[in-house]
Nanobody, 116 residues
């Protein structure tokens, strides 16, 4: 089973930037799209960005224009560049397959806290 390890979170002020990384123990780019998810306290986990096997991307309206998802095939890693951060971006961020039937075991996530 491929293992996912997220990193790069931290405490940042409003308007700041962070770059998250998701490293996989095996290939994660064949087939289904990969996505970044986030879960804020008391809320359900939501998909905020996805990258398809062909390289196209899609974003939730709440992060469009501020977040950029990318990948490094050789490193089995996907990234999430987050700019112009807002307090409502505060959450634990995870990566995983987008298709529920292809979902891998969830990693530990990385905490992002945006202070106002």
């Amino acid at each position: 089973q491929v293992q996912l390890v997220e990193s790069g979170g931290g405490l940042v002020q409003v308007g700041g930037s962070l770059r998250l990384s998701c490293s996989a123990s095996g290939s994660i780019f064949s087939g289904n799209a990969m996505g970044w998810y986030r879960q804020a306290p008391g809320k359900q986990r939501e998909l905020v960005a996805q990258i398809f096997s062909g390289g196209s991307t899609n974003y939730a309206d709440s992060v469009k224009g501020r977040f950029t998802i990318s990948r490094d095939n050789a490193k089995n890693t996907i990234y999430l560049q987050m700019n112009s951060l807002k307090p409502e971006d505060t959450a634990v961020y995870y990566c995983n397959k987008v298709a529920s039937w292809a979902r891998l075991s969830w990693g530990q996530g990385t905490q992002v806290t945006v202070s106002s």
